[in-house]
């Protein structure tokens, strides 16, 4: 069937099952009523703690078809996984499904662990790394689910995924299974897409590598959630989890970029006093973030929250007093870490409280400005964050659709074109966010709106800036670079990509050899 | 480009840097094929600028090549550059007056029959470049600008570099005198801390102030800062208004002196408020512009 953006995708995909077709951002409503977990008791003097990841997988009697979840706050630095899927090869058991928030680098063992049949079938935000390039390839039976950062919690709630056993890495934990990311040699700041796992998982395991004296306060996810302890000796390198420090770029390209995402945020009137921002952690998104707060400075205005990934330089806004709240679902440095620990206006959230659709307020709703990437973005708006323009997967969903349904205003920045390929296209290869939820293109070489937001348009023009046609835009790149030959794919689907109300946007096939 | 505030340098062999220079701002791009340029690489360089200005749309700036010096790879620059037609040549170290008519003649015997005549831009960068500096300004027609070099000459005077420049004080003066005898333009050195923004804006501020009509960047990231300086203030723009409008109020009274705030506008006050009202009006900046 065609779907509300335009894609072909089949009623039935193989490995995966009947599809929910997308039919626009704010089309498919839920229903019913939400999915509880088993309900668990405890006796006093019950013991928690275990001391390893085989004792436990024997005491609780894990077995094959089981889905085990994950978070990816350890990011490139994480062996939970790792570890946790050695225990289940060694002890025999196959089919395992994965959900993990997301699959870094550090994952890449999880191949040999798909083509021996203990993974049957991954569900995650994103993958980067050899992982990526082996799915592409076709590595798993089925496709990967590619989910929204929001889309994860609609769907354990909703019951549609059901995890068997949340394997929690856990910074600092305690023996009645108090669980907090701050402190700990792996301290990594938020939990928060841990929260719907601690929620909804049938077992909840904590598995620290800092087992620190009862009672651990404030708790992440508290003891009344979880069901087992389990150390190890590490839960991964710290160098890998959170860099040293995030800076803005020096990049004259990224920051002409930058300039103009602030000038057209201020065209656009959304800045004044409560004003509410989100920006990634890359160097040209800090630096959007970099002119937004001078401009903030200079009219004395105080912004209400910035939200999602934090990083050190959204800390020193937050103290200088240009936010009143962070709202911190993912902690990217060290400073922002330590932040979350010691300042009591930096709060963790969940990515259900974040980013989930089908809740009565998550907080990309409220949300006046958010600034995201693309590894391409077409002429009808859409965006692909999960791809290269080779097709082959490179990339996280993330928050991306979510805050970009969310907010007031979305604007994408990128360069025109990356090496010499351009960037806004006339298809994208796989459309993450749907272009009706998409406002402003900011590019080095002007920007472009919506049709769908004249308003803003105009405020644009008055306001002085270089506002072009995507179209032209998207001609501009191709009498730099040429046009590009269209990517061969092969028929076969290797990952499905799922909008945040559980309706299936596009899908990527089979890289070509 | 009617007005040249900004020069700014870009290396003339990277592509990407090539592809984007006309993104900043920048009154007036020089394509490097000198310093920025190894010996091994010049050929390439030469190709890949020469493309560009065939190919890239660079808007209103002035496109400008810098040559290697008359000594070195010049004449093979000269073959390459000249019938992709850039606006400007800028050649370095300049010692005397015969340096820019020989280049002049160079470029007699390249440049085509239906192109327009190249204007060339000089370097002063040595102790003789600059005692000659006037002779050199008024050598031949084609000269637009004179640009100070300041990293050659304080290492040729052996003095010390510093931020604060009191060691090239008298060589910009010299420069923008020599400059503003012959009527041509003169551009001060680079700044070379491209982190310091703050240091940037001040030696914008006292290039402008010791007379240069433009500075040299090194950094795309320089290029709004100088821009910024160059360009006549919010208060310089009202007080030429005032001015002007004075002189126009005592001409039409039949009165031979006009004042402001009291003080009598005399010839030289008058001149300044006419560049002024001239430049802002040709950079369309508000307050410019008739009433």
Redesign the interface.
Known sequence: MINAIGRDIPDYIEGFGQVKHYRGAFATLPGGNAYGPPIRASRPGAVKVCSGLEELFKLLGLKSGMTFSFHHHLRNGDEVVNQVLAVAAKLGLKDIGVSLTAAFATHAPMIGHINNGVVTSLRTSGVYGPLAVAISGGLLPGPVVLHTHGGRPRAMAGGEHRVDVAFVAAPAADERGNVSGVSGPSACGSLGYAFSDADYASVVVAVTDNLVPFPLAPASIPQNKVDFVVTVDSLGDPQGIVSGTTKVT?D??G??IADTAAKAILASGLLKDGFSFQTGAGGASLAAAHYVGRMMREGRIRGGFALGGITGYMVDMLEEGLFKNLYDVQSFDLESVRSLGRNPSHLEVSADLYANPFNPGCLVNDLDVVILGATEIDVGFNVNVVTGSDGVLMGAAGGHPDTAAGAKMTVIVTTL?RSRLPIVVDRVIAATTPGETVDVLVT??GLAVNPERPELRERFIKAGLEVKDIHELKALAQS?AGVPERIPQGERIVALVEYRDGTIIDVVREAAE | MEVRRSILFVPGNNPGMV??AG??GADVLVFDLEDAVAPSEKDAARDLVSMALAE?DYGRVDKCVRLNSLDTFCQADLEVIVPSCPDLLMLPKVHRAQDIVELAGLLDGLEGPYQGKIGILAIIESPQGLAEAYDIARSHERLMGLLMGAEDYTAMVGSLRTKAGHEIAVARSLVVNAAAAAGIESFDAVFTDV?DEEGLAADSLLAKNLGFTGKAAI???QVKTINDAFNPSPGEIAYARLVLKSLRQAEREGSGVASVGGKMVDAPVAKRAEKVMELAEKLGLPGAGDE
């Open positions: 020096k004259p390209v920051l002409k074109l080095e070489y730099i | 592809q984007t993104l900043f890239v982190n950094n795309p990231r």
